[in-house]
């Protein structure tokens, strides 16, 4: 299990996207290996970036809005690791989505919610 796995495993199974096609070529021209680099971008800098070939690659409307979704759940989940990027499944970021951006808890529980600060975000990327 690793940082940059924990990336190209989210963008096969989560996005739908062949890590090893527009996603890589996009991602490694502009050096993002792992998920703490993700997480530093935003939208517009997803706009902006261009992949090798020619013409160059460029994310669509529909992948930017996707990756800021996933920038979304993580930060919704408290004291996020890297083993819970590897077990984003496709249906649970699907029911993240259709919430709107709200967690939807798979188990009950009586507790109080923790709120993660984020410095606790870059813990385990």
């Known amino acids: 299990?690793?940082?940059?796995?924990?990336?190209?495993?989210v963008?096969?199974?989560?996005?739908?996207?062949?890590?090893?096609t527009k996603y890589r070529l996009i991602f490694d021209a502009n050096d993002i290996q792992m998920t703490m680099d993700f997480m530093l971008l935003g939208e517009d800098d997803f706009g902006a970036m261009e992949g090798l070939g020619t013409p160059p690659e460029k994310f669509s409307?529909?992948?930017r809005k996707k990756l800021v979704m996933l920038q979304?759940?993580?930060?919704?989940?408290?004291?996020i690791s890297l083993q819970m990027w590897y077990d984003l499944t496709k249906e649970d970021f699907e029911s993240f989505v259709v919430s709107g951006?709200?967690?939807?808890?798979t188990t009950t529980t009586t507790s109080s919610p923790v709120i993660s600060s984020s410095n606790?975000?870059?813990?385990?990327?």
Do not use: T
């Not at 299990?1 to 495993?9: D, F, I, P, T, V």
């Not at 993580?74 to 004291?79: I, V, W, Y």
């Not at 951006?101 to 808890?105: A, K, N, T």
């Not at 606790?120 to 990327?125: D, I, K, P, S, Y």
């Open 61 to 63: 409307l529909l992948e």
């Open 1 to 9: 299990m690793s940082r940059e796995g924990a990336l190209q495993k």
């Open 120 to 125: 606790n975000l870059a813990a385990e990327f």
């Open 72 to 79: 979304k759940w993580a930060r919704s989940q408290p004291n």
């Open 101 to 105: 951006g709200v967690s939807v808890p």
């Open 11 to 20: 963008v096969n199974m989560v996005l739908n996207g062949a890590f090893n």
